[in-house]
Every structure is written in C-alpha cells, then in structure tokens.
C-alpha cells in the first residue's frame, strides 16, 4: 500500500551542459526543488528529450527510464575504483539521453551513512570486514537510504510512471511504496575492477543487486 506524500514542487531549473573525462557531452535541464522531506538539496538532472519520454508514460507508452543515483564524491568525482558508483553514473546519462528520461542526483553519500561515516567504513573495510559488515561495525544501518525525496522528485515532474535503471531491487520497491507505478527495472553493465570486486560481491550476496558475476573470470 502507498502512502501519502508531501507534495514538492520545482524551485529552479536551469540549462547545464554537461562533459565526462572520457570526452562523452550532452546537455542536461537540472531541478531543484521546494519542500523535500528530509530538507537535502536533491537534484534532477532530464537529459535527452525528457519532457517528450514524460509525455508519452502518462499518455500510457514506454515508462520514462529514470536512473536514481546515490551522491558518491569519492567515486563520482575523484573516481575511486573501490566502488562502481562513477562509472554507473556516466553509464545512466548516456543511456538515459538516448530515449530521454532523468538522472535523480540523491545526497546520500555511503548509503545514507555521510562522507566521513563512509571513510571510516573504508578503514573497517581495510581490515576485513564488507561494505555492509563495516556500516553495521559502525552502529550504523547497513543501507540507510530512503527514497522518499526521490518519489517526491519523481511526482513534481509528473514522472509517476517509470522504469529505473538500477541493479538494486529496494529502490523499486520503496518507491512502489511511495505511490510510483515502477514498470520494470534495467540492469546497469558491470564495472569491474580489481578494487571493487569484493564490493560488488557484497551487493549481491547481501542486498540481492542483479549484477551478474559468472561473467568475470
């Protein structure tokens, strides 16, 4: 059963051409917005000819592909490879300009945890323990996000019905919770690197992602 939401509205938005290191442009219509319930400054980002791709899921075609993506500075600006968040990101922006759709940017650095509760889950991680263990060592939640700005997003910009591009099965159900008619989701490629292997394991042994590693050798 979904529950009622406060209602968010659009507070700015504004043209930003965007450019990644490996050469990759395109240009983006980035939302702020007023009254997100947990007061973070959540961003959306409509790339491709996202108004048209809203337009033709409510007039009942293909669900607008949506991508939400967790804020990671290590990984999406410094380019980590103890995580595969950068390269997802790149991945979501190409793909998701193709149809039009949007890229929901959530401030939610170390699965809800913050910036400096995921450097010292880092430190736990050094010494053994996965990502998960390490929150949790913490006396943290081993994945503290909510998706309730994103639903709130989603509603402003009248994108109600979605497919999302995730491997992780909990943003589809929080937000089918959240009153969002979630279609489908699309699997992300696989990033892999010798630093994030044990990383993505963890997603799939312990928080169920659809990331298929009987690939890797």
């Given at each position: 059963?979904?529950?009622?939401?406060?209602?968010?509205?659009?507070?700015?938005?504004?043209?930003?051409?965007?450019?990644?290191?490996?050469?990759?442009?395109?240009?983006?219509?980035?939302?702020?917005?007023?009254?997100?319930?947990?007061?973070?400054?959540?961003?959306?980002?409509?790339?491709?000819?996202?108004?048209?791709?809203?337009?033709?899921?409510?007039?009942?075609?293909?669900?607008?592909?949506?991508?939400?993506?967790s804020e990671c500075?290590?990984?999406?600006?410094?380019?980590?490879?103890?995580?595969?968040?950068?390269?997802?990101?790149?991945?979501?922006?190409?793909?998701?300009?193709?149809?039009?759709?949007?890229?929901?940017?959530?401030?939610?650095?170390?699965?809800?945890?913050?910036?400096?509760?995921?450097?010292?889950?880092?430190?736990?991680?050094?010494?053994?323990?996965?990502?998960?263990?390490?929150?949790?060592?913490?006396?943290?939640?081993?994945?503290?996000?909510?998706?309730?700005?994103?639903?709130?997003?989603?509603?402003?910009?009248?994108?109600?019905?979605?497919?999302?591009?995730?491997?992780?099965?909990?943003?589809?159900?929080?937000?089918?919770?959240?009153?969002?008619?979630?279609?489908?989701?699309?699997?992300?490629?696989?990033?892999l690197s010798p630093?994030?292997?044990?990383?993505?394991?963890?997603?799939?042994?312990?928080?169920?992602?659809?990331?298929?590693?009987?690939?890797?050798?």
């Amino acid at each position: 059963m979904s529950r009622a939401l406060p209602s968010a509205t659009v507070r700015t938005q504004v043209t930003v051409p965007l450019r990644f290191s490996d050469g990759y442009a395109t240009t983006a219509r980035v939302f702020s917005f007023h009254g997100l319930s947990d007061g973070g400054e959540h961003l959306a980002f409509g790339v491709g000819d996202w108004a048209a791709a809203l337009d033709r899921a409510a007039a009942g075609g293909p669900p607008a592909l949506v991508r939400p993506h967790s804020e990671c500075l290590t990984g999406d600006v410094f380019g980590s490879q103890r995580c595969d968040c950068g390269p997802q990101l790149r991945e979501a922006v190409e793909r998701i300009a193709e149809p039009g759709g949007l890229v929901l940017y959530l401030r939610q650095e170390g699965r809800g945890i913050g910036l400096y509760a995921k450097l010292d889950a880092y430190a736990l991680q050094d010494s053994g323990l996965d990502t998960y263990e390490a929150n949790l060592a913490l006396g943290r939640g081993a994945d503290e996000r909510d998706y309730t700005v994103a639903a709130q997003m989603l509603l402003a910009l009248g994108a109600d019905r979605v497919a999302l591009l995730t491997n992780n099965p909990d943003k589809a159900e929080q937000l089918r919770r959240l009153g969002i008619e979630v279609v489908g989701r699309v699997p992300t490629a696989l990033h892999l690197s010798p630093a994030n292997a044990g990383y993505l394991a963890a997603k799939v042994s312990r928080a169920a992602h659809t990331i298929d590693l009987s690939v890797v050798p």
